[in-house]
T-cell receptor
Framework: AQKITQTQPGMFVQEKEAVTLDCTYDTSDPSYGLFWYKQPSSGEMIFLIY??????QNATEGRYSLNFQKARKSANLVISASQLGDSAMYFCAMRGLSGAGSYQLTFGKGTKLSVIP | DTAVSQTPKYLVTQMGNDKSIKCEQN?????MYWYKQDSKKFLKIMFSYNNKELIINETVPNRFSPKSPDKAHLNLHINSLELGDSAVYFC??????????FGQGTRLTVV
């Protein structure tokens, strides 16, 4: 079974500052992938960044980076230089890379980020 | 050249009706999904298909029936709609590894 925990229902950040959104996970899969998605108020689900459990380096995509700490089972999203357009819900998700767990993404409850001008 | 497209975007219908939501992906992915997002924004998987075969069928009422005519399509048919079915339904697709890509969502309102 897979479980994703996002403990921050809401976060505020000043424009141009960096912010970290927390995500911890639990799984019995030996290898897995971790994902972050953004859902703006318009409703679409936008893929941001991916980290494989076997990757040695933390993933980065532009202003997004994933702080992956395997021993602590955490996969925090760091957004640098926040912009007003970053205001949205952010979901952490995971999927196993083998067996039945590879056929579903399990999501956390999300964190609502508000960027203050 | 939309990657995952689902129609309609909005669906308002009366209790007891039957409705369908269509989903198509042009990414060449083998796996397709249906997710339900409730009013608290929680995303829960309903079904997962791989190469047209049902892999995951979560605790979903029998009134919900997915159909995958081919790898690129996964439609969702809902019989005898109830008020509690009101939600946003997302179709998504993925390869075996890597991210899932989502359709725009269908906001279903049952009145």
């Amino acid at each position: 079974a897979q479980k994703i925990t996002q403990t921050q229902p809401g976060m505020f950040v000043q424009e141009k500052e960096a912010v970290t959104l927390d995500c911890t996970y639990d799984t019995s899969d030996p290898s897995y992938g971790l994902f972050w998605y953004k859902q703006p108020s318009s409703g679409e689900m936008i893929f941001l960044i991916y980290q494989g459990s076997y990757d040695q380096q933390n993933a980065t995509e532009g202003r997004y980076s994933l702080n992956f700490q395997k021993a602590r089972k955490s996969a925090n999203l760091v957004i640098s230089a926040s912009q007003l357009g970053d205001s949205a819900m952010y979901f952490c998700a995971m999927r196993g890379l083998s067996g039945a767990g590879s056929y579903q993404l399990t999501f956390g409850k999300g964190t609502k980020l508000s960027v203050i001008p | 050249d939309t990657a995952v497209s689902q129609t309609p975007k909005y669906l308002v219908t009366q209790m007891g009706n039957d409705k369908s939501i269509k989903c198509e992906q042009n990414l060449g992915h083998d796996t397709m999904y249906w997710y339900k997002q409730d009013s608290k924004k929680f995303l829960k998987i309903m079904f997962s298909y791989n190469n047209k075969e049902l892999i995951i069928n979560e605790t979903v009422p029998n009134r919900f029936s997915p159909k995958s005519p081919d790898k690129a399509h996964l439609n969702l048919h809902i019989n005898s709609l109830e008020l509690g079915d009101s939600a946003v339904y997302f179709c998504a697709s993925s390869r075996r590894e890597g991210p899932a890509f989502f359709g725009q969502g269908t906001r279903l309102t049952v009145v």
